[in-house]
């Protein structure tokens, strides 16, 4: 094996990243291990590379000379799936009880590991994912019993603490999750400690796990947007507990809703349905505005299952839910940044998976027209998405120039989903790399993803 210091990446981006940080790996480490046990095969590390970065499932006896060396049974690898079955660190818990000790232990989880797990892939999905939130939608929350354990926690104490909450959320949409995470993950563990250690009404502990529950919520939105996968579930079930233990049903459907997204960016669609239908089938006390944001989730997971009718029958609902609701309805604060331009951007970005950009491209034009300057990090989304409906109507020469104005957006607003939609939408733009046109885009995204 080599002796050399891998550099540890700031994200693991597959399974196999974690076990070469772990052992200290280079990719030629990894095929010369295969070449060794399977034998007359090429031993270049481009293989290894292909199968960590591009997604190349490496073929059964490469997967088994691996397995040998990492002490996996033979009987794993062949009934998991690459790459589920490598040991890539331990799992994402999310079999919490649904009473205030599982919240409470599902916040602890949180706090301790959620913010160092640089792991940028899924932990948890399958089956494993829909029975989480059917779990959610079918039970009801105990009562809150105060706990006595320290000094007595104030309703106005509550209050100051809930003050900070608008002050987070402007960071992390303005600047990035990753600019964000580990301020939101600091306010969350002062959060549980204070859970953990003080007393407190039934009314104050309430309020004190809905704190903990949006802390948890932007915690790990922010890690999502970083791409700190495995974070964002830690953050977002035991976001989902604490949620249950303040019996803050809508605030769990937001974040079920959160977890849909997330599925939908790793092309699980199945699993991004279950967890968008049990949020809008849960959510029953939603005010018209919060219903349509959980409408509209609902159908992206339809588009992407290229289920036109059953998205377009939830569009409809959300378009009339949008119409009627009314600024002054009691909605959560969280749900402000669900405006005009994000509803049209959403209703966009299904007949984008659709493949009817005409359609996509009018209601893109209306969010960038709509959006707000100071949302940034929105604005490049909504960019990139226009240049994909470009692309889907054959005007590459219009994509190539939408792409080119997203660079500065998000070297304003850094979000790792940003850089990975316009890595993606450069790639499907018809032009090769020493193609004139796109000379300019490809310098700077290099400096960007670099």
């Not at 540890?8 to 295969?34: F, G």
């Not at 240049?387 to 957006?409: G, T, V, Y």
Request: glycine letters at 6%.
């Amino acid at each position: 094996m080599s002796r050399q210091r891998v550099a540890q990446p700031d994200l693991l981006a597959h399974p196999l990243s974690a076990i070469r940080a772990e052992r200290n790996w280079t990719y030629q480490d990894v095929v010369n291990i295969v070449a060794r046990r399977v034998g007359n095969v090429a031993a270049r590390r481009e293989k290894a590379w292909r199968w960590e970065n591009w997604g190349v499932v490496p073929d059964l006896d490469s997967q088994l000379a691996l397995a040998d060396e990492l002490c996996v049974p033979e009987s794993r690898v062949k009934t998991e799936a690459w790459p589920a079955w490598l040991p890539d660190g331990d799992p994402v818990r999310f079999s919490f009880d649904w009473t205030q000790d599982g919240g409470m232990q599902a916040l602890d989880d949180a706090v301790e590991n959620a913010v160092m797990d640089r792991r940028g892939f899924l932990k948890i999905a399958g089956g494993s994912l829909i029975g989480l939130a059917e779990e959610w939608l079918g039970i009801e929350p105990g009562e809150l019993v105060a706990v006595l354990k320290g000094g007595q926690v104030t309703i106005d104490f509550i209050e100051r603490m809930e003050e900070g909450l608008p002050r987070l959320r402007l960071l992390e949409s303005t600047h990035g999750g990753s600019r964000a995470r580990r301020l939101i993950d600091a306010e969350l563990g002062m959060v549980v400690e204070v859970l953990e250690q003080s007393s407190y009404t039934a009314v104050v502990g309430k309020r004190l796990y809905r704190l903990a529950a949006e802390l948890g919520r932007m915690a790990g939105w922010a890690s999502f947007d970083a791409g700190m996968h495995a974070a964002a579930q830690r953050y977002w079930v035991a976001a989902l507990h604490a949620a249950h233990a303040a019996n803050e049903r809508l605030m769990g459907a937001n974040i079920l809703k959160s977890m849909s997204l997330q599925c939908y960016d790793f092309s699980l669609p199945r699993e991004a349905l279950a967890l968008a239908s049990s949020a809008y089938t849960g959510a029953v006390t939603a005010t018209p505005r919060a219903a349509a944001m959980l409408a509209l989730r609902l159908a992206r997971a339809h588009a992407a299952l290229g289920e036109a009718t059953a998205c377009e029958r939830v569009i409809s609902e959300a378009d009339t839910l949008f119409a009627n609701y009314d600024a002054g309805d009691d909605d959560p604060a969280w749900l402000a940044y669900f405006d005009e331009s994000e509803f049209y951007a959403q209703i966009g970005t299904c007949y984008l998976d659709l493949k009817k950009p005409r359609k996509a491209d009018a209601y893109l034009i209306k969010t960038l027209r709509l959006a707000s300057r100071s949302k940034v990090r929105d604005q490049a989304t909504y960019v990139i998405r226009r240049a994909s409906a470009q692309m889907q109507l054959k005007n590459a020469d219009r994509a190539n120039s939408l792409l080119q104005k997203a660079i500065p957006l998000i070297q304003q607003a850094p979000s790792e989903r940003n850089v990975r939609r316009l890595v993606r939408a450069r790639e499907r733009l018809p032009f090769s790399n020493s193609d004139p046109r796109t000379r300019h885009l490809d310098d700077q995204l290099s400096a960007l993803v670099a």
